[in-house]
């Protein structure tokens, strides 16, 4: 009798809580702002935002184009409230009061490219947007997804030490993309429900540093053979590369990538909210291997970074493609590091 009443009382707090977190009422007012919100990735990634209910503020932010799509997509009748920014004036106002501020801001591949080829540029701009985060909302939690991640994220954190606001827990780089490729590519081969697929991705966001851990994807398939898992892995690895030839000097992945940029602040939207239990992958501070950056499933909550998940158990394929792509992250990591610390 004591156990039914104590099972009644938590079944109770439970929908009390999940009706506490989704009732309209409730929803804490959120900005959300993205940097470089006029280009590719910039304007779909800002149209999935202004349909997001989480999100009160969305401040648009580019060296240019920023009024004609922040005007486009303040018609658009949901919650939050647009406005844009143009030019380096208009940076600190663009930025102040963000809860999460979005980075796409720098130059896509050509065909040809490596991500690595993207660093000269972007680095500086990277570099300077950092600057005026930390000045203007050094708690917010910062969505990397300018190339190269693997260098942009070291050089963020280097940035955010230098001003005195660095909290490792508030700096991600979006690696979701590859997490969504792994999903659809493993979907259609082990012909399973993509919307079922989950397919945990760790390492970093380049070439081999990308590794989708298929040991551990859901739905379980017995139906693929060692050599469908090495052709998902190079697929998965390769993703960003196929659209670039796709695109044939048109830029890279744009689509997909607000796509994937949008699902991953979601994330961070909720777990800033305090809804439990939310993990995704991100390339974060790490010491779950000897490098210092690395990407894993991590827990999602109310300051950012809860908890950076561990690898869990991995196949021997798997186990040699980390060890490979060990000292090519490491030179990527130190090679934002050094940049940040010498210019
Ligand atoms: N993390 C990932 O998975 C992933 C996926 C796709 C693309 N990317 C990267 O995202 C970046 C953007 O790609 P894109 O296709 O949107 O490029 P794009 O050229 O279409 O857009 C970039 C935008 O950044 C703006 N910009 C440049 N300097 C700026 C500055 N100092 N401040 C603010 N904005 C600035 C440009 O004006 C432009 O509107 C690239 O570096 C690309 O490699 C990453
Ligand atoms: O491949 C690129 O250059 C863009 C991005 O990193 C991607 O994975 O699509």
């Known amino acids: 009798m004591a156990t039914t009443m104590a099972m009644r009382r938590s079944t109770r707090s439970a929908y009390n809580y999940l009706r506490r977190c989704y009732s309209s009422e409730c929803v804490p007012d959120r900005k959300v702002t993205i940097l470089g919100a006029a280009g590719g990735i910039g304007q779909p990634l800002a149209l999935l935002m202004k349909l ?3 999100v009160s503020s969305l401040s648009l932010y580019d060296i240019a184009g920023t009024p004609g799509v922040a005007a486009d997509c303040s018609h658009v009748n949901t919650r939050s409230q647009v406005v844009g920014y143009m030019g380096e004036e208009q940076l600190g106002k663009a930025l102040e009061g963000s809860d999460i501020v979005i980075i796409p801001a720098g130059v896509p ?10 660093f000269n540029i972007n680095a500086g701009i990277v570099k300077s947007l950092c600057t005026a985060i930390a000045k203007h ?5 910062v969505n990397m997804i300018s190339n190269p991640v693997n260098s942009t994220v070291p050089i963020a954190a280097e940035v955010f030490k230098k001003a005195g606001t660095y ?7 979006v690696t979701t993309l590859d997490v969504v490729r792994a999903k659809t590519f493993y979907a259609g081969k082990a012909k399973v429900p993509v919307q079922e697929v989950n397919v945990p991705v760790v390492g970093g966001h380049a070439g081999i540093t990308i590794l989708p851990l298929f040991s551990q994807a859901v739905p379980k398939s017995s139906s693929l053979s060692d050599n469908d898992i090495k052709a998902l892995t190079k697929r998965t690895q390769d993703g960003g590369t196929e659209v670039v030839e796709a695109k044939a000097g048109k830029g890279s992945a744009t689509l ?8 991953f602040a979601d994330a961070c939207l909720k777990g800033l909210n305090g809804v439990p239990d939310v993990v995704e992958c991100s390339f ?21 970074v809860e908890e950076v998940l561990g690898l869990g ?6 186990q040699q493609g980390l060890e490979s792509l060990k000292p090519e992250l490491k030179a990527s990591v130190e090679k934002g590091i050094k940049f940040a610390k010498d210019s």
Do not use: H, W
Not at 137 to 141: H, K, M, T, V
């Open 109 to 118: 591949r050509k065909p040809g490219m490596t991500r690595d080829d993207l």
């Open 167 to 173: 909290d490792e827990k508030k700096l991600f780089g």
């Open 313 to 318: 158990s991995l196949s021997d394929f798997e």
């Open 52 to 54: 997001n209910p989480l």
């Open 137 to 141: 909302c050094p708690n917010a939690l």
């Open 256 to 263: 997909s990538m607000a796509y994937a940029g949008a699902f």
């Open 284 to 304: 974060v501070q790490s010491n779950i291997t000897e490098l210092p950056f690395f990407a894993s499933k991590v827990k999602l909550g109310r300051n950012g």
